[in-house]
């Protein structure tokens, strides 16, 4: 049985390639949201951090099945703070 995010988003893609043969392609509108909506209670905007983390990097495992990925944002999270981004 498969119990993160990221394992049930692989098996769901996955089982549907198999049975359409096809790639599959992925919208996610507002992928903000979950974090933005927790802000005021850091605890729980960490916990949601971490979720969405696992979710979407189980996109990267997929990229051989995917033919198109969309994501969409409420605002830009650098704003937030939430995600650390480093450029070597």
Do not use: C, W
């Amino acid at each position: 049985m498969v119990h993160s995010t990221g394992g049930k988003l692989d098996a769901v893609i996955r089982a549907i390639e198999k049975t359409t043969g096809m790639q599959i392609v992925v919208l996610i509108d507002e992928y903000d949201k979950p974090i933005l909506d927790t802000l005021k209670n850091p605890e729980i905007a960490g916990e949601m951090r971490d979720i969405l983390r696992d979710f979407y990097g189980g996109l990267k495992s997929l990229d051989s099945s995917l033919k198109f990925v969309m994501i969409t944002g409420v605002s830009k999270l650098v704003k937030t703070g939430i995600f650390q981004v480093s450029i070597t």
